[in-house]
């Protein structure tokens, strides 16, 4: 048995998100159009050693409150077995984004412990434990495209598509708390974006095809915190992005762009004109 994987784990971005209603326990029911996309932390697993560990080239993100930490022990109690193992963190996607990372990192290591022992725990107890470390861990089991309903839980594969974009975070960052309590507080009505947006895949559609009727229902929300969000929504489309918004609950925006070069040309013109935390282009995966 090889002592040591390394695994690559991806980021995603909400093609649509509708608030659809509000639980009584203050969570949010949703509907959402996710996809993962090409931009990957890098995670390694050491075997061997005693007990778990867990580091990060980002020493603030380092310790056990880590969900890469909560994830390899939550497995490893499932699995009824001691983890010997040091896990290492190296970071790219961009925290408080509204790009999964977190959760990408707890679902890669779900599926790797679980493919490196043999597969001791079964696919509806790693989706219960994937549920309960976080809304948006169980879509990173599979990645692809899905449709996320309830707080995140309730997961559709959908046909995956193809495409390119280019991916921004400004220099402020939001808390997701933060946005759903200013969504509350401003009443804002869901588009209904979701229903438009599964019909078109359901027909076929390809990405530039249903960049027009892409939505996010938080974007008013978080622009009030951050109001350069918006900003770099319109900048992106006069700079020649079919359409750009928000994923998650912020701060980061995406352009969708017609192919690579294109999506490089929008790179350049959002760089020269903002101080930007994180810029890159990515395909669609
Ligand atoms: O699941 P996660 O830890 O990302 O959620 C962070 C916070 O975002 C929750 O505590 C809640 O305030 C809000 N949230 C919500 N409805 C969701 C997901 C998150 O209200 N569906």
Redesign the pocket.
């Given at each position: 048995m090889n002592d040591e994987i390394t695994a690559l784990s991806p980021a995603k971005i909400n093609l649509t998100l509708d608030i659809v209603g509000t639980r009584a326990d203050?969570?949010?029911?949703?509907r959402s159009i996710v996809h993962t996309i090409g931009i990957y932390d890098t995670i390694s697993l050491r075997f061997g050693g005693e007990g778990l560990r867990f580091r990060c080239d980002k020493s603030e993100l380092g310790g056990e409150e880590n969900l890469c930490f909560k994830a390899a022990h939550a497995w490893s109690q499932a699995a009824d077995r001691v983890l010997d193992c040091e896990i290492e963190l190296q970071k790219r996607i961009p925290v408080g984004a509204g790009l999964g990372g977190g959760?990408s990192n707890a679902a890669t290591i779900l599926n790797a412990l679980n493919a490196h022992f043999d597969e001791p725990v079964d696919g509806s107890a790693l989706l219960g434990i994937a549920t309960h470390l976080?809304?948006?861990v169980p879509l990173f089991l599979r990645g692809g495209c899905a449709l996320m309903e309830g707080?995140?839980e309730k997961l559709t594969p959908l046909r995956s598509l193809e495409g390119w974009l280019v991916v921004v975070q400004p220099l402020q960052t939001l808390s997701?708390?933060q946005v759903?309590?200013t969504h509350d507080a401003l009443k804002i009505p869901s588009s209904h974006a979701t229903d438009r947006v599964l019909k078109a895949i359901g027909n076929g559609a390809t990405l530039t095809g249903i960049a027009p009727l892409l939505d996010n229902n938080l974007t008013r929300a978080a622009t009030s915190h951050v109001p350069e969000i918006d900003s770099l929504i319109q900048e992106m489309r006069k700079a020649g992005s079919v359409n750009s918004l928000m994923t998650g609950?912020g701060s980061a925006v995406f352009g969708v762009c017609d192919d690579e070069e294109n999506a490089q040309r929008v790179l350049e013109v959002v760089r020269g004109k903002h101080d930007l935390t994180f810029v890159d282009v990515a395909q669609l995966i």
């Open positions: 203050g969570y949010h029911e949703l959760s976080g809304a948006d707080i995140g997701t708390p759903f309590r609950s």
